[in-house]
Every structure is written in C-alpha cells, then in structure tokens.
C-alpha cells in the first residue's frame, strides 16, 4: 500500500522546537523529492520546504528560512524536518509529499506536481 506517514507533531511553546518524521512505504522514495506543506484551517496550503531525490537540493520558503532543516535516509526510507526556534504562526498541520525527481524544477517548484500525499500532523506553538 502507497502511503506517507507523519509523526512528531505536537505542543510546544514559541522558541522550542520540534522534529517531525515522514515514512514512506510501498514506492521507491529514492526516486523522489519530498517536501513538507503546512496548512491552517480556512487557507491555501503552502509550501514549506523542498528536498532532492538524493538529498543534495533544498528549496526554503522565506518564511522558515535559518529555522527550519530538511533531511533524509533513504535507507531508512524517512524524511526529517527539524523545526527551531517555533513561533506562534508556524502552527498549522503539515504535511508530507512526495514528487517524482525529474530534475532542478521539481525542487525548484517546491515539489510540484505531488504525486502522494500523507494525512498530516499537527502543530501548536503557543504559550
């Protein structure tokens, strides 16, 4: 079965931080960009970060630029995402995605088009 699972979410206060996982299962991961989107009820879902097949490529969005740190093993068939110094705005649900690797656009355009999609975790920063 095709599937991303998400773990890892959680509360915490603004400074902490929080490390959120992404299993795959039932593809071939090393032939995909993953990327994490994060969406809060009532918006568009935006597009956090972006990681190349092989890992060697990232693309940030401005908003978590400095904060945030992808990484993956695909050996381990899991992708990271290491978020510091949380603030209240980065609460959301995020989610993980996975886009075939065919080439510098596909980090470039955040990991579009997403071929799977998880379920999401979700994320509170407050006091």
């Known amino acids: 079965q095709l599937q991303l699972v998400e773990s890892g979410g959680g509360l915490v206060q603004p400074g902490g931080s929080l490390r959120l996982s992404c299993a795959a299962s039932g593809f071939s991961l090393p032939y995909y960009a993953v990327g994490w989107y994060r969406q809060v009820p009532g918006e568009d879902r935006e597009g956090v970060v972006c990681i190349s097949s092989s890992g060697g490529s990232t693309n940030y969005a401005d908003s978590v630029k400095g904060r945030f740190t992808i990484s993956r093993d695909n050996a381990k068939r899991t992708v990271y995402l290491q978020m510091n110094s949380l603030k209240p705005e980065d609460t959301a649900i995020y989610y993980c995605?996975?886009?075939?690797?065919?080439?510098?656009?596909?980090?470039?355009?955040?990991?579009?088009?997403?071929?799977?999609w998880g379920k999401g975790t979700l994320v509170t920063v407050s006091s």
């Open positions: 995605a996975a886009a075939w690797d065919s080439g510098p656009h596909t980090v470039q355009g955040m990991c579009i088009p997403v071929d799977y």
